[in-house]
Structures are given as structure tokens and as C-alpha cells.
């Protein structure tokens, strides 16, 4: 048998809004506003009618999921790490506990982006010493060189990043386990870098290139939407430009006195 909703004439709607609300654009996100009819006959409000079918709130709407494309300086900087080291030193740098390391990178421009990575691929478990430039004094040279004693023997692993390996703490120097260096990134690493970022295969790229740019001159090349070729074309425009400016600083005529 259908069931029929009553509803008489008589009847008064009353919508129930929260308490110490009038306006109905000030209720909150989530408040469901209910109305309720009022039998004068009865001098009561009627049960609440059953609602056929289904209903949404109109609630804000889930984030959507972030693409699992890396940016451009994780592309360049995983593609030349991986390049440059085995899957067994990789294994080991994840899993063997007190190991002490050292990461010989390009240039000073890549310590802190293989700092960034090497932490998030590897663990926080790591004690990082990174260096751009000498040590102010040799006092700070000196405790750093026994901070990182100190934390090998007590069972934490250190790894030290730095463009001028030199530049490192001693204790650091002469206790590690694994030395890495990382290369400039040649023809192949960069077909992978961009096959990573662009998430399809690269184009066939010169070696030259790539020899005279330093890595932020290849992260401005990554641009969101670009295809490989394009990316090899921005790549090259880098290298030319970049080639003839020294050209030009070299030609200039030295001033005399």
C-alpha cells in the first residue's frame, strides 16, 4: 500500500535553526536545517516525514589527488643519484645502521637539493653535515668533526654533501664507510630526468649540452606541460646562450692603467 504523507491546510511550516541564529547565510558549513509542520488542531508538531530516496549535503568537495609527477629538481637530482650508485649501495644506505657516507656533488647549487633527497629517500635516521663554503673558524670546524664522532659511536649513521669534499669534518672524512660522486648529468641522465618529469620517453640529446650548466640552468628548463622535445630545445637555447656570454666576458679588452 502507498503511504501517504498528511500535510493539513491548517498547517504552519517552522524551519528549526540553531540557537541564537536568525540569518540563515550565517549557519555554519554541515548545519542541516530541518522544517517541521505545526497541527493547531492537534497542538502539536506532526512526526517528521520519512524521506524517500537519498539526499547529499552540499559539503566542499575532497581535494583532488596530487599527481605523483616529481618536480623538476627531484627528477634531476634521482635521475643523476641513481646513475652514479649500484642497488646494493642504495640497499645499504637505506638499511645498515652506523654507516658513515659522503656525497661528492657537481657544484655548491647541488648540496641542498641532494640534502632534500637524500633525506626523504633514505630516512631522517641520517645526521647530514652539508657544506657550501669553508667553515667560519676552525673552532666550528673542530666541533663539528667531534659532533660526528660522537654520533657514530653512538650507533647513528652521518652523511656528509658537500662540492668541495675538503670542507667536510675530518673525523667524517676518515671514517667513511661509502663515498659517492655525483657527476655532472650526461645525455642519459637527463633522457631519464625528463622521461620522470614529463612521464613520457625523452627525445635523443647531444652530451654537449649539458656540460656547461649547472643545475638550476637545467630546472629552468623543466616547465609544467612541456613535452621532451621541448624541454631538449630549452636545454640546448641554455647551453648556447650561456656558451656565447663567456665568449663575449673573454673578448672583452682589459683596461690598462
Given at each position: 500500500?502507498k503511504?501517504?504523507?498528511r500535510r493539513?491546510p491548517?498547517?504552519?511550516?517552522?524551519?528549526?535553526?540553531p540557537?541564537?541564529?536568525?540569518?540563515?547565510?550565517a549557519?555554519?558549513?554541515?548545519?542541516v536545517l530541518?522544517?517541521?509542520?505545526?497541527?493547531?488542531?492537534l497542538?502539536r508538531?506532526?512526526d517528521e516525514?520519512?524521506?524517500?530516496?537519498k539526499?547529499d549535503?552540499?559539503l566542499e568537495?575532497?581535494p583532488?589527488?596530487q599527481s605523483?609527477?616529481?618536480?623538476?629538481?627531484?627528477?634531476?637530482?634521482?635521475?643523476t643519484?641513481e646513475?652514479?650508485?649500484t642497488?646494493?649501495?642504495r640497499?645499504?644506505?637505506?638499511?645498515n645502521q652506523a654507516m658513515?657516507?659522503?656525497?661528492h656533488?657537481?657544484?655548491?647549487?647541488?648540496v641542498?637539493p641532494v640534502?632534500?633527497?637524500?633525506?626523504?629517500?633514505?630516512g631522517e635516521?641520517?645526521?647530514?653535515?652539508?657544506?657550501?663554503a669553508?667553515?667560519p673558524n676552525?673552532?666550528?670546524f673542530?666541533?663539528?668533526?667531534a659532533?660526528v664522532s660522537?654520533a657514530l659511536?653512538a650507533?647513528?649513521?652521518?652523511?656528509g654533501?658537500a662540492a668541495?669534499?675538503?670542507?667536510?669534518p675530518?673525523?667524517?672524512?676518515g671514517a667513511?664507510?661509502l663515498t659517492?660522486r655525483l657527476?655532472?648529468p650526461?645525455?642519459?641522465v637527463l633522457?631519464?630526468?625528463?622521461?620522470?618529469?614529463?612521464?613520457r620517453?625523452s627525445?635523443?640529446?647531444?652530451?654537449a649540452?649539458?656540460a656547461?650548466?649547472d643545475?638550476?640552468d637545467?630546472?629552468?628548463?623543466?616547465?609544467?606541460?612541456a613535452?621532451?622535445?621541448r624541454?631538449v630545445q630549452?636545454?640546448?637555447?641554455?647551453?648556447?646562450?650561456?656558451?656565447l656570454?663567456?665568449?663575449?666576458?673573454?673578448e672583452?679588452?682589459?683596461c690598462?692603467?
Amino acid at each position: 500500500m502507498k503511504k501517504t504523507t498528511r500535510r493539513p491546510p491548517s498547517g504552519t511550516v517552522i524551519r528549526m535553526t540553531p540557537k541564537g541564529r536568525d540569518d540563515q547565510h550565517a549557519t555554519p558549513p554541515g548545519t542541516v536545517l530541518i522544517d517541521r509542520v505545526y497541527d493547531r488542531e492537534l497542538g502539536r508538531f506532526e512526526d517528521e516525514p520519512e524521506l524517500e530516496g537519498k539526499f547529499d549535503l552540499d559539503l566542499e568537495e575532497a581535494p583532488p589527488a596530487q599527481s605523483d609527477r616529481p618536480d623538476a629538481v627531484t627528477a634531476i637530482v634521482a635521475a643523476t643519484f641513481e646513475a652514479a650508485t649500484t642497488p646494493e649501495q642504495r640497499r645499504r644506505l637505506r638499511h645498515n645502521q652506523a654507516m658513515c657516507a659522503i656525497v661528492h656533488v657537481p657544484s655548491p647549487a647541488w648540496v641542498l637539493p641532494v640534502s632534500v633527497y637524500f633525506r626523504s629517500d633514505f630516512g631522517e635516521r641520517w645526521i647530514q653535515q652539508t657544506r657550501h663554503a669553508p667553515a667560519p673558524n676552525e673552532k666550528n670546524f673542530s666541533t663539528s668533526s667531534a659532533s660526528v664522532s660522537l654520533a657514530l659511536s653512538a650507533g647513528q649513521s652521518v652523511a656528509g654533501i658537500a662540492a668541495d669534499v675538503s670542507l667536510l669534518p675530518r673525523s667524517l672524512i676518515g671514517a667513511a664507510d661509502l663515498t659517492i660522486r655525483l657527476p655532472p648529468p650526461n645525455a642519459a641522465v637527463l633522457r631519464a630526468a625528463i622521461g620522470r618529469f614529463a612521464k613520457r620517453a625523452s627525445v635523443e640529446i647531444d652530451d654537449a649540452i649539458a656540460a656547461d650548466l649547472d643545475l638550476p640552468d637545467l630546472v629552468a628548463a623543466f616547465r609544467p606541460g612541456a613535452g621532451p622535445a621541448r624541454i631538449v630545445q630549452r636545454l640546448a637555447a641554455a647551453a648556447a646562450a650561456l656558451r656565447l656570454q663567456a665568449e663575449l666576458k673573454q673578448e672583452e679588452p682589459t683596461c690598462s692603467s
